[in-house]
């Protein structure tokens, strides 16, 4: 069992390498794709494994993070996401010693200021959900 910010929470995807590496690197774990919130805003996502954030999106946009929460699993985090209007997507991220070491104190549930392309290559303990309009 985890506890305090150290450790691994519970993993969002099942680990697997695939070629290219463009290519979806993991399935999901315990969680549909696309997920339905079980919010009230009702709001579905598309779910990316072993990818995070740009830094802009394809219209050279900032993609930023509006809040950060520390949670033990991957839907805990999508439910912050439903909770505020103005978020796109989140990164989450299992590895709570590394998402705190790794230059996002405060939190291994990023929610993002607008919905983004899942590009960036990250370890099996990371993944992206993004809200479908």
């Known amino acids: 069992m985890t506890s305090g910010t150290t ?32 919010s009230g805003d009702h709001a579905q996502y598309e779910i990316t494994c072993r990818r995070g954030a740009p830094d802009v999106d394809h219209n050279q946009i900032s993609i930023d993070t509006i809040r950060r929460f520390i949670t033990y699993n991957f839907t805990e985090c999508i439910a912050h996401c439903s909770d505020f209007k103005n978020c796109g997507g989140v990164v989450y991220n299992a590895n709570l010693t590394g998402s705190l070491a790794d230059g996002e104190p405060g939190g291994n549930c990023l929610l993002k200021n607008a919905r983004f392309e899942p590009t960036s290559i990250r370890k099996h303990y990371v993944a992206s959900a993004i809200k479908k309009i």
Do not use: E, F, K
């Open 7 to 38: 450790g691994m929470a519970s993993l969002p995807c099942h680990t697997a390498t695939v070629s290219p590496s463009t290519a979806p690197q993991a399935t999901p774990r315990n969680i549909p794709n696309p997920y339905d919130s079980p």
